[in-house]
C-alpha cells in the first residue's frame, strides 16, 4: 500500500513538475503566446537571449530576480525603456508564475562572450 500511494505522488509530482516547471520558460522564450499576441522572447533577444545589439539587450546569464523586477517594472508601467511599449504589453499579458519561468530559463543560459 505504502509503495503505491509513494509511487502515485511520484508520478503526480512529476505531472507538475513538467507542468509548470523549467519547461514553461523555453515555451515561451521560443514560441511566445501568439494566442494573446505576445511574441517568443527570442525574437527579440536573439536565441537563447544571447541579444541583438543595439537595441534588444542580452538576457543569457542575468540574475533571475533581476528578469523578474524589469518584467515588474515594465508590466507597472515605472519602466519606459522599450521601443514602442513592447515589453509593457508582453509583460502586461504574463503572469508571476511566467515571470519566474522566463527568468529561470535565462539565468541558466550561457552569456554569449
Same mark, same amino acid.
Given at each position: ?7 502515485? /505522488? ?5 505531472? !507538475? !513538475?513538467?507542468?509548470?516547471? %523549467?519547461?514553461? &520558460?523555453?515555451?515561451?522564450?521560443? /514560441? #511566445?503566446?501568439?494566442?494573446? #499576441? =505576445? %511574441? *517568443?522572447?527570442?525574437?527579440? +533577444? &536573439?536565441?537563447? &537571449?544571447?541579444?541583438? $545589439? $543595439?537595441?534588444? *539587450?542580452?538576457?543569457?546569464?542575468? *540574475?533571475? @530576480?533581476? =528578469? ?7 508590466? @507597472? ?5 522599450? $521601443? ?10 504574463? @503572469? ?8 529561470? +530559463?535565462? +539565468?541558466?543560459?550561457?552569456?554569449? %562572450?
Amino acid at each position: 500500500m505504502h509503495r503505491r500511494a509513494l509511487l502515485l /505522488f511520484l508520478v503526480l509530482f512529476a505531472v !507538475a !513538475a513538467r507542468a509548470e516547471g %523549467p519547461d514553461q &520558460g523555453a515555451q515561451l522564450a521560443r /514560441f #511566445g503566446k501568439w494566442d494573446i #499576441g =505576445i %511574441p *517568443p522572447c527570442d525574437k527579440c +533577444h &536573439g536565441t537563447d &537571449g544571447r541579444g541583438i $545589439p $543595439p537595441h534588444f *539587450p542580452a538576457l543569457a546569464g542575468l *540574475p533571475a @530576480s533581476y =528578469i523578474i523586477d524589469a518584467l515588474q517594472a515594465f508590466r @507597472s508601467d515605472t519602466r519606459r525603456s522599450d $521601443p514602442q511599449g513592447l515589453m509593457r504589453r508582453v509583460a502586461k499579458g504574463l @503572469s508571476d508564475e511566467e515571470f519566474a519561468a522566463v527568468a529561470r +530559463h535565462y +539565468h541558466v543560459q550561457k552569456r554569449a %562572450p
